[in-house]
């Protein structure tokens, strides 16, 4: 189990490094919003075979459904998502130029973030890649147990908010 010191030590320097990386890869934020969303909304239809509706946009976001369709509206005009009428449902298409956004932000962040690790000592660098590797897939899985429900994941997050 972490001690006090290393959990603090650690959320210092997660505060750090974030606060750091946006320094060096310069992200709009406007940009950033637009990339998380196309990114959701295809990583959505990866995961579940299907195309998101705006119910489940709402449901998930906990936006009214009158403003996911108002918010949306402007990523529609620009042609990044298309909507298609499915029954009584609506569904979120990504269009070609919406993955094309997706491609030019990761390969944005990839140049910024190659000279970052080229600036690791390259005996150090797999190391650090794994290490960050496995923190992810914890990441990952605390997140996964939290979407079923897991109590002890309820419970840490109980822990943290006290």
Known sequence: MASEKDIKHFANTFID???NIQK???VKETEL???RLLRGIRDYEQKNRK??????ISKASGIALPNVSRY????EEAGYIR???SGRSVCICI???GNSVIAGHLMDVVRHITLLLNSFPENELPDFLEKCDRFSETIHNIADRQNTGDKNVQNIQESAAD
């Open 17 to 19: 490094i974030t606060e």
């Open 24 to 26: 060096v890869v310069p």
């Open 33 to 35: 919003r637009k990339y």
């Open 51 to 56: 195309h998101i509706t705006l119910t489940d």
């Open 72 to 75: 949306l509206k402007p990523f």
């Open 83 to 85: 909507r298609e009428k």
């Open 95 to 97: 269009t070609p130029k």
